[in-house]
């Protein structure tokens, strides 16, 4: 299970952070609310893969992993290129100033 450091839809284009429940920690690179790429991933131990600098050619199949865009809402809520969803119900939203990102059903 994972939750964001900071809500992933704030992060239009930049790295959001994730704690699993099992204690490691995943960063992710969201581009334009899309899913892009794996930054880094550290052990719960304090050891850490940095995927642009530690790669090796053993680890490149991970360079091209992406998740399908159910998981890369469900899992680390991205909504997909250009969107904005509701975080209670999935519909599709305006983006919210607000940070609340619910729609008019959910806020009622």
Not at 16 to 38: K, L
Request: proline share 5%; hydrophobic share 35%; with cysteine.
């Amino acid at each position: 299970m994972l939750t964001p450091m900071q809500e992933p839809q704030w992060v239009y284009a930049g790295v959001v952070g994730y704690n699993a429940s099992n204690g490691w920690r995943i960063a992710v690179f969201n581009d334009a609310n899309e899913w892009d790429y794996i930054e880094w991933i550290a052990a719960s131990d304090g050891r850490r893969v940095d995927f642009f600098f530690d790669m090796t050619e053993e680890d490149a199949d991970l360079e091209h992993y992406a998740p399908s865009n159910d998981v890369s809402w469900r899992c680390y809520g991205i909504p997909g290129y250009l969107q904005n969803r509701c975080k209670k119900c999935g519909s599709s939203i305006n983006a919210d100033p607000g940070g609340r990102y619910l729609c008019q059903q959910c806020i009622s």
